[in-house]
């Protein structure tokens, strides 16, 4: 079974500043990580995956991820924040190659707000 | 492409009505899944598709939630009757491959 942890369920930053969003998961098998952002009233938008190779991801609108086996952790990261960042962003998880691997586990989501 | 489409966006009915949710998955894509999002619960899968056929229907709450999905371009979600704790927004998403969703803007519903 798999399990993701949101480590703060709000993040404020001043634009312009780092944002970081932590994420750390539990899987008894080699996962997939994701990072999934959604904006006020809409569906949610696929960030960026990590699947294999690379463990720096990179993603839409300047985030990127880091897939760091040994700690668990797949924290999001922009190194300057935007007001447009402003929204929730969800962390997921679901097992890697070998099957079964359509079912999503999410975490409870980061609202991160950008201030002026 | 116009990615996964859901309508309506938004439905308010009363306790006791039916409740038909539709969502046109992005083309080509073989797997359609149906989540439910609520402040409780956060993200909920309630079931999901793979070329047109239900794989996995452990997640749907109870005998009141159906879904079908008659062919590749087309899948609804139907609860009956409904209940104000189906209030919620549920989403619809759709994949090339299992683990890469793509999801729907969601229908927002509200059971009174």
């Known amino acids: 079974a798999q399990s993701v942890t949101q480590l703060g369920s709000h993040v404020s930053v001043s634009e312009g500043a780092l944002v970081l969003l932590r994420c750390n998961y539990s899987?008894?098998?080699?996962?997939?990580l994701f990072w999934y952002v959604q904006y006020p009233n809409q569906g949610l938008q696929l960030l960026l995956k990590?699947?294999?190779?690379?463990?720096l991801v990179k993603g839409i609108n300047g985030f990127e991820a880091e897939f760091k086996k040994s700690e668990t952790s797949f924290h999001l990261t922009k190194p300057s924040a935007h007001m447009s960042d402003a929204a929730e962003y969800f962390c997921?998880?679901?097992?890697?190659?070998?099957?079964?691997?359509?079912?999503?586990?999410f975490g409870k989501g980061t609202l991160l707000t950008v201030n002026p | 492409d116009a990615g996964v489409i859901q309508s309506p966006r938004h439905e308010v009915t009363e306790m006791g009505q039916e409740v038909t949710l539709r969502c046109k998955p992005i083309?080509?894509?073989?797997?359609l899944f149906w989540y439910r999002q609520t402040m409780m619960r956060g993200l909920e899968l309630l079931i999901y598709f793979n070329n047109n056929v239900p794989i996995d229907d452990s997640g749907m709450p109870e005998d009141r939630f159906s879904a079908k999905m008659p062919n590749a371009s087309f899948s609804t979600l139907k609860i009956q009757p409904s209940e104000p704790r189906d209030s919620a927004v549920y989403f619809c998403?759709?994949?090339?491959?299992?683990?890469?969703?793509?999801f729907g803007p969601g229908t927002r519903l509200t059971v009174t």
């Open positions: 899987s008894s098998v080699p996962p997939y």
């Open positions: 083309s080509g894509h073989d797997y």
């Open positions: 998403a759709s994949s090339p491959r299992a683990y890469e969703q793509y």
């Open positions: 990590y699947t294999t190779g690379a463990t």
């Open positions: 997921a998880v679901t097992r890697g190659s070998g099957g079964s691997n359509y079912k999503l586990t």
